[in-house]
């Protein structure tokens, strides 16, 4: 009895011990000497981060793509044009610690931001009349300035969101714990469907419609037609005066 608990301890250990040599060959620290390098990609008019990159998207008259980087960082960054969309990613199976990947961005034109990971994005000086979707997942940050037509807001997660200017209309679809932050984002008609521990702020002057679930918060500005169906006890519905 007591060989085979010595053996099953061995292997247990011996198991531990490999767990730990991979978990330390996946992870990987910023050297912390930073390079800038910029890449030639053109003609794209959506973005898809995946990963912890801080990323400035501006308008520009040219497309340029600018990244300040971990030296050693450098061969995990994935970036690929297919179509028209630009996809930016650090290599999976690896854990990053005390990294730096800034990213600026700079086009012409957008019509969508899709975001994944811990990312953080800032976007500005984009005014047009087409309409412009976000879709943020996990822990991501969006904020900036913006004017559009119709916005679609996909959001879910933890993840925060927020926009100034405004739109002519909006759709939203919240679920999780995140937060939404357009009460500086003046529309006409906005419609949503939020669901979780989420908190939402509008600014609404048309109609505003939809359905409130779970111990959700909706607050909204200005003096919408109210459409909306407050499906739990727990969900709240507030004017902000």
Do not use: W
Not at 55 to 81: G, H, P, V
Not at 124 to 142: E, K, P, R, V, W
Request: hydrophobic fraction near 40%; charged fraction near 20%; proline fraction near 1%.
């Amino acid at each position: 009895m007591s060989a085979l608990i010595v053996v099953f301890v061995i292997i247990s250990t011996g198991c531990i011990d490999q767990k730990e040599q991979d978990s330390n060959q996946n992870k990987i620290i910023g050297s912390g000497i930073i390079n800038t390098i910029n890449m030639d990609f053109k003609d794209f008019t959506i973005i898809n981060l995946d990963s912890v990159f801080k990323t400035t998207i501006i308008k520009s008259d040219n497309y340029s793509i600018i990244f300040r980087i971990d030296d050693n960082i450098e061969e995990y960054l994935i970036i690929e044009k297919i179509d028209d969309v630009l996809k930016i990613e650090l290599q999976a199976n690896k854990t990053y610690h005390d990294i730096t990947v800034d990213v600026t961005i700079a086009l012409p034109d957008i019509e969508a931001i899709l975001i994944d990971g811990a990312s953080t994005a800032y976007i500005s000086g984009f005014d047009f009349s087409d309409d412009m979707q976000f879709t943020i997942n996990g822990a991501s940050m969006l904020n900036g300035n913006l004017d559009t037509g119709h916005l679609d807001l996909i959001v879910y997660g933890s993840s925060t969101f927020s926009l100034l200017c405004n739109g002519t209309t909006a759709g939203l679809f919240v679920k999780g714990s995140g937060t939404v932050d357009l009460g500086d984002f003046r529309t006409t008609n906005t419609s949503v469907n939020i669901d979780g521990v989420c908190t939402v702020i509008l600014n609404v002057n048309g109609t505003l419609s939809g359905c409130v679930k779970g111990v959700s918060t909706l607050k909204y500005y200005g003096n919408p037609v109210l459409e909306i169906i407050n499906s739990d006890e727990l969900s709240t519905i507030e004017k902000i005066e």
